[in-house]
């Protein structure tokens, strides 16, 4: 019963703690230096501009403090991150097996998924995949395990532990109705890593992972289709 | 090269551009003899249709000679004197397989753009828009041509350049317009707008056996050339109360088939025009549908309503109890060129359709600003200017 007590506060602590500490590094450096700004023009007459000296104040507090009252009341953390879950069905007008083939060629990938590099099978079930961040600013690495696989039905695959892409999914094949082609269902669960780790990786894949996830499989559909993604990148133009 | 390049609302201006290249296997490069100006381009001109980009070249009705193809075309070879269709299909997609070819799923590169308004991506249409795939359009001396094998037809020898650059887009247009207002035998017909795809409308509907085809516009040369080349009985919607004068027309019974072929600009008169427009400049309607209720309301029961006249995005007041009720069919479209322009160039040499009197203006492109303000305010007859890109 004390123990329980005992653990139960302790988590409680850790609880606390984890509410009050609700803005990541970044925004408390940036918080920190904005409050530092304001405080430094308006110190000398602080009240020709109340305003703007309490809000330098609150800058400052949360910066150093790491606490924002403002997103304790909206009950946010900028320090949380949540899993990216993703799902896309679409149909590819060719038989089931062609679409499985390609997509199970996992050397096929980069074709049209933009954002990577090169996939390499190493064996069976494992591959390293490596990905473009974009902006430039590298490349990354993870290895994959194919998990679960039913040929001409499923691949269910997963990042290998301790990568530094943290991912799971799996396409699912089915046969479209009247037999016009083939409906691909993909889920894709991506685990964002918390803190300054990898701010690249989450640059990588946040916001844009969705979008980017839709627009690989509208290329997917294009090139297994049409033999190639349509595009006007580097058309003319009077854009100066 | 020289482009004749959208920069703003009612700002067209020639610029000098990088000459296009193959970007992928399937393209081939035109060099653009001739390229009509369309209703169309009038709603990116006037603003109407988003995601324009200051820069873009417009224009997408088309004739040329092709000068260059990638390694994946088949079918077309440098010389090759072409007509190409507006809308752009890859050919291997479900829709491009069943003959819809604007409806493609693979031709659009900001299908994903387009999916977040029509919930599923169209195809891409030269010059129109970044909605629709952003290609440069044809006003231009040369004109890069995706999925080239598909779009690009050859003109039969006997076909004259100014009938074939028709064949692009208001020809097709027309006959769709009359296809999918299921004209048969004796019916009459009523096509609101005479512009170039109106009249086109008017001819394929006779070409499919309509008895009657009654034109309606406020345009009293244009209703002259719907009388003059395309045989139709005429309305002028500001003298006269349309939807009497078409009951008196037809017995009481109301036209089998009408056909919109204005779209969202509609202009009409009193009231119903000013709500419209004050409503669209208001920004709480994108689109004016004056056309579109006035031809439900007109329509006999049973009958069917066809619009090849471009809507962009949301109507107002749209008379829903009348299509219900009367048991109404409404069919809609940008055209499926593909699926037509062999047919099309029989009918043409059979001189079931003629086409030729819409070019009233050839023109170069350096007048480009001043063509499209002819076209808008109908000025000097115009029906088309038509861009000789090398005159």
């Given at each position: 019963?004390?123990?329980?007590?005992?653990?139960?506060?302790?988590?409680?602590?850790?609880?606390?703690?984890?509410?009050?500490?609700?803005?990541?590094?970044?925004?408390?450096?940036?918080?920190?230096?904005?409050?530092?700004?304001?405080?430094?023009?308006?110190?000398?007459?602080?009240?020709?501009?109340?305003?703007?000296?309490?809000?330098?104040?609150?800058?400052?507090?949360?910066?150093?403090?790491?606490?924002?009252?403002?997103?304790?009341?909206?009950?946010?953390?900028?320090?949380?991150?949540?899993?990216?879950?993703?799902?896309?069905?679409?149909?590819?007008?060719?038989?089931?097996?062609?679409?499985?083939?390609?997509?199970?060629?996992?050397?096929?990938?980069?074709?049209?998924?933009?954002?990577?590099?090169?996939?390499?099978?190493?064996?069976?079930?494992?591959?390293?995949?490596?990905?473009?961040?974009?902006?430039?600013?590298?490349?990354?690495?993870?290895?994959?395990?194919?998990?679960?696989?039913?040929?001409?039905?499923?691949?269910?695959?997963?990042?290998?532990?301790?990568?530094?892409?943290?991912?799971?999914?799996?396409?699912?094949?089915?046969?479209?109705?009247?037999?016009?082609?083939?409906?691909?269902?993909?889920?894709?669960?991506?685990?964002?890593?918390?803190?300054?780790?990898?701010?690249?990786?989450?640059?990588?894949?946040?916001?844009?992972?969705?979008?980017?996830?839709?627009?690989?499989?509208?290329?997917?559909?294009?090139?297994?289709?049409?033999?190639?993604?349509?595009?006007?990148?580097?058309?003319?133009?009077?854009?100066? | 090269?020289?482009?004749?390049?959208?920069?703003?609302?009612?700002?067209?201006?020639?610029?000098?551009?990088?000459?296009?290249?193959?970007?992928?296997?399937?393209?081939?490069?035109?060099?653009?003899?001739?390229?009509?100006?369309?209703?169309?381009?009038?709603?990116?001109?006037?603003?109407?249709?988003?995601?324009?980009?200051?820069?873009?070249?417009?224009?997408?009705?088309?004739?040329?000679?092709?000068?260059?193809?990638?390694?994946?075309?088949?079918?077309?070879?440098?010389?090759?004197?072409?007509?190409?269709?507006?809308?752009?299909?890859?050919?291997?997609?479900?829709?491009?397989?069943?003959?819809t070819?604007s409806?493609?799923?693979?031709?659009?590169?900001?299908?994903?753009?387009?999916?977040?308004?029509?919930?599923?991506?169209?195809?891409?249409?030269?010059?129109?828009?970044?909605?629709?795939?952003?290609?440069?359009?044809?006003?231009?001396?040369?004109?890069?041509?995706?999925?080239?094998?598909?779009?690009?037809?050859?003109?039969?020898?006997?076909?004259?350049?100014?009938?074939?650059?028709?064949?692009?887009d208001?020809v097709p247009t027309g006959y769709m317009a009359a296809e999918m207002a299921?004209?048969?035998?004796?019916?009459?017909?009523?096509?609101?707008?005479?512009?170039?795809v109106?009249?086109m409308a008017?001819?394929c509907?006779?070409?499919?056996?309509?008895?009657?085809?009654?034109?309606?516009?406020?345009?009293?040369?244009?209703?002259?050339?719907?009388?003059?080349?395309?045989?139709?009985?005429?309305?002028?919607?500001?003298?006269?109360?349309?939807?009497?004068?078409?009951?008196?027309?037809?017995?009481?019974?109301?036209?089998?088939?009408?056909i919109?072929?204005?779209?969202?600009?509609?202009?009409?008169?009193?009231?119903?025009?000013?709500?419209?427009?004050?409503?669209?400049?208001?920004?709480?309607?994108?689109?004016?549908?004056?056309?579109?209720?006035?031809?439900?309301?007109?329509?006999?029961?049973?009958?069917?309503?066809s619009v090849v006249?471009?809507?962009?995005?949301?109507?107002?007041?749209?008379?829903?109890?009348?299509?219900?009720?009367?048991?109404?069919?409404?069919r809609g479209g940008q055209m499926h060129g593909?699926r037509y322009?062999?047919?099309l160039?029989?009918?043409?040499?059979?001189?079931?359709?003629?086409?030729?009197?819409?070019?009233?203006?050839?023109?170069?492109?350096?007048?480009?600003?001043?063509?499209?303000?002819?076209?808008?305010?109908?000025?000097?007859?115009?029906?088309?200017?038509?861009?000789?890109?090398?005159?």
């Amino acid at each position: 019963m004390k123990t329980e007590q005992v653990t139960h506060s302790g988590k409680h602590q850790r609880k606390w703690k984890k509410e009050f500490n609700n803005v990541n590094m970044a925004e408390r450096l940036l918080s920190l230096a904005a409050g530092g700004i304001l405080l430094a023009k308006h110190y000398k007459h602080p009240l020709a501009s109340p305003l703007k000296v309490l809000t330098g104040a609150f800058l400052v507090y949360r910066g150093i403090s790491g606490n924002c009252p403002l997103y304790t009341g909206l009950d946010k953390n900028s320090n949380e991150t949540n899993a990216i879950n993703t799902r896309v069905i679409f149909t590819v007008n060719k038989p089931r097996e062609e679409v499985y083939k390609y997509w199970r060629q996992l050397e096929n990938l980069p074709f049209f998924m933009s954002h990577l590099q090169r996939v390499e099978q190493k064996n069976d079930t494992t591959s390293e995949w490596i990905a473009k961040i974009p902006g430039g600013v590298g490349t990354i690495k993870w290895n994959a395990e194919i998990v679960k696989e039913i040929p001409n039905e499923l691949i269910g695959w997963q990042s290998v532990e301790n990568s530094t892409i943290d991912n799971a999914g799996k396409v699912e094949f089915y046969d479209a109705p009247r037999g016009q082609g083939t409906v691909l269902k993909v889920i894709f669960s991506y685990h964002p890593p918390a803190g300054a780790l990898g701010e690249g990786v989450a640059k990588l894949f946040n916001p844009l992972f969705k979008t980017l996830l839709k627009e690989d499989i509208r290329a997917f559909k294009q090139v297994i289709e049409a033999g190639e993604v349509a595009t006007t990148k580097g058309q003319a133009s009077g854009r100066k | 090269m020289r482009a004749l390049c959208w920069n703003g609302v009612r700002d067209l201006r020639v610029e000098r551009v990088p000459d296009p290249e193959i970007l992928n296997p399937k393209d081939a490069i035109i060099k653009v003899t001739m390229s009509s100006v369309c209703g169309s381009d009038l709603h990116l001109i006037n603003g109407f249709v988003p995601s324009m980009r200051a820069g873009d070249i417009i224009g997408h009705e088309f004739i040329g000679e092709v000068v260059e193809t990638g390694v994946g075309v088949k079918n077309l070879k440098k010389g090759d004197r072409v007509v190409v269709v507006s809308v752009i299909g890859c050919g291997e997609c479900q829709h491009c397989k069943e003959e819809t070819w604007s409806l493609c799923d693979n031709s659009n590169p900001n299908g994903l753009l387009q999916e977040k308004i029509y919930q599923y991506p169209t195809a891409g249409i030269f010059g129109y828009s970044h909605l629709f795939g952003g290609y440069a359009g044809s006003h231009a001396e040369y004109i890069r041509v995706p999925f080239a094998d598909h779009g690009a037809f050859k003109i039969p020898e006997d076909i004259s350049d100014e009938k074939a650059v028709f064949v692009s887009d208001g020809v097709p247009t027309g006959y769709m317009a009359a296809e999918m207002a299921a004209v048969k035998p004796g019916d009459i017909v009523a096509v609101w707008g005479a512009g170039g795809v109106g009249q086109m409308a008017i001819q394929c509907a006779y070409a499919m056996g309509a008895e009657r085809v009654i034109a309606i516009d406020r345009i009293d040369y244009r209703l002259a050339y719907a009388a003059r080349y395309s045989g139709a009985d005429i309305l002028n919607y500001e003298d006269t109360d349309v939807l009497e004068e078409l009951k008196e027309a037809t017995g009481g019974r109301g036209p089998d088939c009408c056909i919109d072929a204005v779209g969202m600009e509609a202009h009409t008169t009193g009231i119903e025009h000013i709500y419209d427009k004050t409503k669209q400049l208001l920004r709480l309607e994108s689109d004016r549908a004056a056309v579109l209720r006035q031809a439900i309301m007109a329509c006999r029961k049973g009958g069917t309503v066809s619009v090849v006249g471009v809507y962009a995005g949301l109507v107002d007041k749209i008379p829903m109890g009348l299509f219900m009720n009367k048991g109404l069919t409404i069919r809609g479209g940008q055209m499926h060129g593909q699926r037509y322009v062999p047919m099309l160039f029989d009918l043409i040499r059979r001189e079931i359709i003629n086409p030729e009197f819409l070019l009233t203006h050839p023109v170069s492109l350096e007048v480009g600003q001043n063509a499209y303000e002819m076209f808008n305010n109908k000025t000097n007859k115009c029906m088309r200017a038509v861009f000789k890109p090398f005159n």
